[in-house]
């Protein structure tokens, strides 16, 4: 098999690739909503087939998710593709330039709901299959797919989903194309997330409000019992005194902490996206503590009376809603009860509830990885820049259910121009990173089957099961 | 001058008394909504010169003061009987059983916005005090009658008003009677007010909400920054850690121990006011900390995104809304100073806002005060009942413009049913108490002006000024 000739099938055949992404794009697919999930899926099995690899739709008890394989060869080397055919509400509808479920082109983009989040990305995939069973006589690993329809509403189905199909989705590798690249149009490869833990803290004290004048000294105020069991779980650092909680963080190596000062930073440029005059840190600094450590945030707060005027009450009620960006190898159960015990010794008047957007673990593939490389290699080779890597997003996405369900590590390589608009009105796709993409996908196949067979990727053991093929 | 012919006389005009509260009912005068005042202000000096009292209206840049005075002897000790002739707003009318300007009698009581807070009350000391020219050759002590209109609004002139006036109400004591007596019926004396001052803290981090995930650990988040900055100013059990904040407070004497301890106290019941189960302290406890210790309450607190669902932002900013309740000596100029250094000092990013529902000082006149001692007396003769000493209420009151501004102490007697229904539907007072209240106020007059005569009361020096009459 040629590469080359691979390369060249994709080159040569960018209007049909653009033809598949356009019928992708027409076919709404809003989970949120529930529109045109169905058909969506039926849709994309259909596509996988044309490119001649054996697809199913899956029923779930939510959307359905739709399978795809190319099997080389039992011993080699399997590549999971992890994509999302679903895509956010297209609404505030009057602010597209074109309809969102109408794909057009304009100054070298395609427009469009999705094109960008995440169909453009995952078609990629699937065409430089297409490319290496046309032209390079089958791609040079086991290729998996799996294409969920509900990552828009927060995966809910997927960890289970997975469980359930363990055997069939057994990888060595899950790889993901979803984001961006960096501003400057130079390639990322990002390594993990961080997990998220929703917890509501909920002081009562007395059953109405009371006035301030007549019982105050009297009646407990729940606003002041919050303040003294938040006080106790944060110093004014941002340092977490919750016993144990850093027990299970990883310590920086000295690979991350080389890696942590290559990534891009301008105090004031960053300030600025952020709405600070600057960020008071330098870069390491900075990325260190979106990447490698823990925060504990607290993104609402109510109690009282907020309107206009006064009302002098001492609050029945009070209730603080954080949510805390965990790192590995620290979990949302262990760090739940962690707090809950934090909580109950201060104040056990303060109520600890879980809160609605759920769970999600931390996960980072360590960057030393040898897949890491190859991957690195391959993105390098096909655009010529050197990619920036991200050894952990801050935000949290359920990528965790590879190395915990799976045993697979994952590596995330996004295709996306930066200003992508994903999730906001005029969503596009730059067609020069799309045809990239396809040519990235094919070079990582090429690039992980030639390691493997040259032993260079040591594969991993399962971590929920020992079995492998 | 016999004071049984005073009260003869008083027992024998009640239907000429009901007659001229039912006249002043009768006339709106809704300081909030700007509604009668002036009307109402014209008719009460009106009332009061029927009543024999040289009496002025006097405008001002906000409600219009009534004035009124009997000079006996220049030598003699001075009175100065302070009441509100404003009410407030009636609404909601449908609650009302008989409309509320429309005067009504029902069951021994007379109902209509205003009856009891305060158009009954005052008129008490001016049918007293026509009772004593008619019937008793003039009353033992001078008369001074201030009735302001603004009261329902906060009192917002009235210590630019009595400033203004300092030598035409100079007095040796200031005689009030508002709110209501015991639910038991039992008679109270109230001696003071805690003070108020209204605080806003505000924390800015970024000038916008910023994503929890992408940008957790490196943006300032301003919940944290209150919770710290509101740790370091109260303890867990209250205890305020402002440098200084204690430092005018009187300790408490063997006198008020001994009046807190008298008075009326049930866990259980008056848990069930508040809304708590029992309040878990007793008596003598709680009314110290009601009436003689400050308090630092949180009224509101809002920050970040508090709505169905979920927002996982750092928010940009938060606010806390605060309350100190203040007892004599504190003052909230000093107060606010000793808060302002205090947050500056722990955190100068925090800002300190006076807060819009105005400062009102705290004032308390001593329990030992002779006068209270004359008054009880006279409480005791008419009611047959001993009155509970109140040292202190806990809510606030502009009474510091007394002893601040005229160097007179204040003693509060009220004479409302416990449920006349102040600032609700269906207001009203007992006719019974309405008519004890003018015995009240006569036997007061009278009581005054014997213990004066015996040398038995002692007459402060002014504190803004020394010249006395």
């Known amino acids: 098999m040629s590469s080359e000739r691979v390369h060249?099938?994709?080159?040569?055949?960018?209007?049909?690739?653009?033809?598949?992404?356009?019928?992708?794009?027409?076919?709404?697919?809003?989970?949120?909503?529930?529109?045109?999930?169905?058909?969506?899926?039926?849709?994309?099995?259909?596509?996988?087939?044309?490119?001649?690899?054996?697809?199913?739709?899956?029923?779930?008890?939510?959307?359905?998710?739709?399978?795809?394989?190319?099997?080389?060869?039992p011993a080699a080397y399997t590549l999971l593709c992890y994509g999302h055919y679903d895509v956010q509400p297209p609404e505030p509808l009057e602010l597209w330039e074109s309809p969102p479920f109408e794909p057009t082109?304009?100054?070298?983009?395609?427009?469009?709901?999705?094109?960008g989040d995440n169909k453009g990305q995952l078609i990629a995939h699937v065409l430089a299959a297409r490319a290496w069973l046309e032209a390079g006589g089958g791609p040079p690993v086991n290729l998996k797919f799996i294409f969920e329809g509900e990552e828009e509403s927060g995966s809910p189905g997927l960890a289970a989903f997975v469980r359930a199909h363990r055997e069939r989705l057994a990888a060595d590798l899950v790889y993901i194309s979803d984001g961006g690249l960096h501003p400057s149009g130079a390639p990322v490869i990002t390594l993990g997330n961080r997990g998220i833990l929703g917890v509501t803290l909920v002081a009562q004290g007395a059953d109405r409000d009371n006035h301030s004048g007549n019982k105050g000294g009297v009646v407990p105020n729940p606003v002041w019992m919050l303040v003294h069991v938040l006080a106790t779980m944060v110093d004014a650092s941002g340092r977490v005194l919750i016993d144990g909680f850093y027990d299970r963080v990883r310590p920086v190596g000295a690979v991350e902490e080389a890696l942590l000062g290559r990534l891009d930073f301008d105090p004031v440029a960053f300030g600025r996206t952020m709405g600070l005059p600057e960020v008071p840190m330098d870069g390491p600094t900075y990325w260190r503590r979106i990447m490698l450590e823990p925060y504990v945030n607290i993104n609402g707060f109510i109690s009282g009376y907020v309107g206009p005027g006064s009302k002098t009450i001492i609050p029945s009620k009070a209730e603080c809603r954080m949510d805390f960006r965990l790192v590995v190898d620290q979990t949302t159960e262990e760090i739940f009860e962690k707090v809950?015990?934090?909580?109950?010794?201060?104040?056990?008047?303060?109520?600890?509830?879980?809160?609605?957007?759920?769970?999600?673990?931390?996960?980072?593939?360590?960057?030393?990885?040898?897949?890491?490389?190859?991957v690195a290699q391959a993105v390098r080779a096909v655009r010529g820049l050197e990619p920036y890597v991200n050894l952990c997003a801050g935000g949290s996405l359920p990528s965790a259910v590879w190395p915990r369900i799976l045993g697979a590590d994952h590596i995330s390589v996004p295709y996306a121009n930066a200003d992508e608009n994903n999730h906001s009105p005029n969503e596009n796709l730059s067609l020069e990173r799309f045809y990239d993409g396809i040519h990235v996908s094919a070079e990582v196949f090429r690039a992980l089957g030639e390691a493997d067979r040259a032993g260079a990727l040591r594969r991993r053991p399962r971590t929920e099961r020992g079995d492998r093929r």
């Open 8 to 73: 060249r099938y994709i080159d040569d055949h960018r209007d049909e690739a653009l033809d598949v992404l356009a019928t992708l794009v027409r076919q709404p697919s809003i989970s949120a909503q529930g529109v045109g999930i169905e058909a969506c899926a039926a849709l994309l099995a259909g596509l996988l087939r044309d490119a001649g690899i054996a697809a199913e739709v899956v029923p779930t008890a939510t959307r359905p998710v739709v399978l795809g394989e190319v099997r080389r060869d």
């Open 105 to 115: 082109i304009r100054d070298g983009r395609l427009y469009g709901r999705g094109t």
């Open 340 to 374: 809950r015990a934090h909580v109950v010794r201060v104040d056990p008047r303060v109520q600890v509830l879980p809160r609605g957007f759920g769970a999600m673990e931390p996960s980072r593939t360590p960057p030393d990885h040898p897949a890491v490389a190859v």
